[in-house]
């Protein structure tokens, strides 16, 4: 068979295709027809031809096969050390097949090398980090994504994701009016608590433009709420876009850059639209890399950066509390053991690691905060990272993955996590539902939000009613 | 014999070993593309040549990078094996004496002590490096006969030349041409092999380092702690 009625090589681009493919529970038939997906040679040939060019094809062929990376991936590290692991290894053999034959590969290999791009990699990049030679695997499977993906040997949820992105331009089905309305909803209820509180959408000229991940008006809209407290005590002038405001990218997962130009570029219209003086982002990792670091390049901006200064959410926070805009209660601090994720997205790649520290400086007692070992850039990823955790096929990998994770946090001795990132929050939940280790795990927000001062005029006045 | 081996075909070698890695290098930056690889070269040159030079400098130097420090066996080996490989053709009395008479260029040299030392050095950290090779299982499942003939390419002008110097088993004749043909070998084999590490190092470890410098952090003024 060619290609099947849901595993093909097209995106999903309607509404329509979306509800069938999602019909599919656990992708049982997509799956079943990928058995038997043709390989388009001469469109791999094509594709290899345009896009792979001498960074790529120079670190496939510069290897010195030294096995430096190998301790350098948590994924070897917990499958005990099994050489299969090793990312030079996993990279040869699938992508440095592909280019050796010049895309003559057929379908049992395609579907083995999705199983390593997907479950095998997560793109931490930190391979990259140990190379003599900075050979990046992490670059090169997101790059071998894209080639798998281009030939529907992509994990189903994936295809579901990126298909999410094109119809709805949101990871999930979250359309501009449900936006609207949860950000409404979440105004009205903060407001007994909050008087005055707004969230105001589509305010022209403001000096923060705010963005979110979709699942949290779809599964965490207190997270919204959250978000809107801390612009309100910071006395922040603010905005939510009324479109453009999803920030995330399965696309970036699933290899879909077509459907990562169309994402990004959106919510680059919306900052166009309403000329905030900066973005703020939630706590989420990749939506800070799909249109922070990489989204430029994806929308073809020369410089690489945003159309206007573009902040992480923990950029964002750091500013307010050195400035004195959010107030820490001293006796509220943070008095017990606690450590911090270092997210590869914007600690290894983008080199936030102090600003997340800066952080912690403000609201943990001296003497609690501990760190992993290893930490900062060096750090090792959740687990569940590159859309490990969404995938329900890697399962049992994903949870394995999780081990690294795991005895780091035990190293530290401490109960409390805390995550600024949607996706190692995640694995970091997971991680304590598979191993029951007793810890807690959290984002900033709801912890700032317990321990701020509360400025008198901001405070409900109902005693006097 | 000895006359072609060290005329024309020295030339050759020579031309084929510059020439082959101009090649490289002129045809991996002219693939470089900004937005495939996603790296703003042009625009952010500044942030990208610091950027390289952090990447480069940290790597150079032995212990100098997290991934050195994490392997010191290894890192040691390394360093060994490469200082002699890169001192011992260039600074060797017998080896600028050639280009003194031919081309009436000269340049310090080393004292033959020192060379021969060196030489010891290189070769030992050779077999260091093949052991780790075969002992390790992450090593070994990357490993082809490739890797060991390369091993073998490189290390050659050094066992041979060794010979020839100190006259072991007698013949200087042999082990001098063996030695030339065996140095023109590896000459050779760089431009085309995993050898053109020569100037590909140089290229990678930059261009990650740019990657780094430009989008992946240096903008914001905490740079990669390699
Ligand atoms: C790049 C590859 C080469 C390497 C690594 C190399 C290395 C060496 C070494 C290690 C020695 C012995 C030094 C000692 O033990 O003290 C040596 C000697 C020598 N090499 Fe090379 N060589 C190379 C290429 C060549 C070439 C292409 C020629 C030919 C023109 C050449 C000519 C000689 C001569 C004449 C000696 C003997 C020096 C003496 O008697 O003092 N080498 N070389
Ligand atoms: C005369 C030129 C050179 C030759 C023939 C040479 C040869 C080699 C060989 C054979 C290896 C593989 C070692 C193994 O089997 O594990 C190697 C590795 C390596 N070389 Fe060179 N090398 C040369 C110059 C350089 C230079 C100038 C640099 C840059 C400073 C360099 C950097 C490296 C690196 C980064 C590795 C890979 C990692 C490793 O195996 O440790 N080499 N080289
Ligand atoms: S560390 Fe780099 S050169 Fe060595 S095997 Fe891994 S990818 Fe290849
Ligand atoms: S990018 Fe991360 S997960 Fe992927 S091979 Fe490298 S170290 Fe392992
Ligand atoms: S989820 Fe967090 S730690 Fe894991 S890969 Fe993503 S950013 Fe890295």
């Not at chain 1, 681009?13 to 979306?18: A, G, K, M, S, Y």
């Not at chain 1, 820490?328 to 590869?344: E, F, G, R, Y």
């Not at chain 2, 490993?143 to 490189?154: A, E, G, N, R």
């Amino acid at each position: 068979m060619p290609e099947g009625k849901l595993c093909n090589r097209t995106p999903v681009n309607t509404q329509e295709d979306l509800e069938t493919l999602l019909a599919d529970k656990g992708g049982k038939q997509y799956y079943a027809e990928m058995l038997e997906l043709d390989v388009d040679k001469a469109k791999l040939a094509t594709s290899l031809k345009n896009t792979c060019k001498s960074r790529i094809r120079t670190w496939l062929e510069i290897c010195a096969h030294c096995g430096l990376c190998a301790d350098s991936c948590f994924l070897y590290l917990c499958n005990n050390r099994d050489p299969k692991q090793v990312p030079a290894y996993k990279i040869q053999s699938t992508l440095g097949e592909i280019v050796k034959r010049n895309g003559d590969v057929d379908n049992e290999f395609m579907r083995h090398a999705m199983e390593v791009s997907w479950s095998q990699c997560t793109c931490c990049n930190r391979c990259g980090q140990y190379c003599p030679y900075g050979i990046d695997m992490g670059v090169m499977f997101s790059y071998t994504r894209g080639l798998l993906y281009s030939q529907g040997f992509v994990p189903w949820e994936l295809k579901i994701g990126s298909g999410m992105h094109r119809v709805f331009k949101a990871q999930m089905n979250v359309t501009d009016e449900d936006w609207t309305e949860t950000c409404e909803w979440m105004a009205e209820e903060a407001q007994d608590e909050w008087p005055g509180l707004e969230i105001p959408i589509d305010k022209e000229n403001a000096d923060v433009m705010y963005t979110v991940n979709a699942r949290e008006p779809k599964h965490y809209p207190e997270d919204i709420s959250e978000a809107a407290v801390l612009f309100h005590v910071a006395g922040e002038n603010w905005t939510v876009p009324s479109s453009g405001w999803e920030q995330t990218s399965l696309s970036l997962f699933a290899g879909d850059w077509e459907a990562c130009k169309m994402q990004v570029e959106h919510v680059y219209s919306a900052i166009e639209r309403l000329n905030p003086k900066c973005a703020v982002g939630t706590e989420c990792g990749h939506a800070h890399r799909a249109t922070v670091i990489e989204g430029p390049y994806w929308a073809g901006r020369t410089d690489g950066l945003p159309p206007k200064p573009y902040l992480h959410y923990t950029e964002w926070l750091a500013q307010a509390l050195r400035t004195g805009k959010i107030k820490i209660d001293p006796a509220k601090k943070i008095k017990q053991l606690v450590t911090l994720q270092d997210s590869c997205n914007y600690i290894r790649n983008y080199g936030l690691k102090e600003i997340t520290r800066e952080i912690l400086s403000y609201i943990v007692e001296p003497g609690y905060f501990v760190e992993m070992s290893p930490n900062k850039e060096h750090n090792y990823c959740c687990g569940g990272g590159g859309g490990f955790n969404g995938v329900g096929m890697f399962r049992p990998q994903r949870n394995r993955a999780l081990m690294v994770k795991r005895d780091q946090i035990l190293a530290t001795g401490a109960k409390l996590v805390i995550a600024p990132c949607h996706n190692c929050w995640d694995a970091i939940r997971d991680l304590e539902e598979e191993f029951k280790i007793g810890i807690k795990w959290s984002f900033l927000k709801p912890l700032i939000i317990h321990m701020m001062i509360v400025p008198e005029h901001l405070k409900p006045q109902e005693e006097e009613e | 014999m000895y006359a072609l081996i060290t005329g024309p075909l020295l030339w050759l070698t020579f031309a084929v070993f510059f020439g082959g890695l101009a090649w490289r290098v002129y045809t991996y930056i002219k693939g470089l593309d900004w937005k495939l690889d996603r790296v703003a070269y042009a625009t952010q040159r500044e942030a990208g040549i610091r950027g390289a030079l952090r990447s480069i400098a940290a790597w150079i130097v032995p212990f100098g990078s997290q991934g050195w420090r994490v392997k010191p066996i290894f890192t040691i080996l390394f360093f060994c094996f490469h200082i002699g490989l890169v001192v011992v053709p260039i600074f060797l009395a017998g080896h600028a004496v050639i280009f003194k008479m031919r081309f009436g260029i000269g340049w310090p040299t080393i004292p033959m002590a020192l060379a021969d030392a060196l030489t010891i050095i290189m070769i030992g950290a050779g077999v260091g490096i093949l052991i780790r090779r075969v002992a390790l299982p992450e090593v070994r499942i990357v490993t082809s006969l490739y890797d060991y003939l390369l091993l073998v390419i490189t290390v050659a002008p050094f066992v041979t030349g060794f010979m020839a110097v100190h006259q072991i088993g007698a013949d200087y004749e042999f082990w001098l041409l063996a030695h030339v043909l065996t140095g023109e070998i590896m000459l050779l084999a760089v431009p085309f092999t995993k050898l053109f590490h020569v100037v590909g190092f140089f290229l990678s470890r930059g261009q990650l380092g740019m990657d780094y410098g430009i989008k992946r952090g240096g903008l914001k003024g905490s740079p990669m702690a390699w």
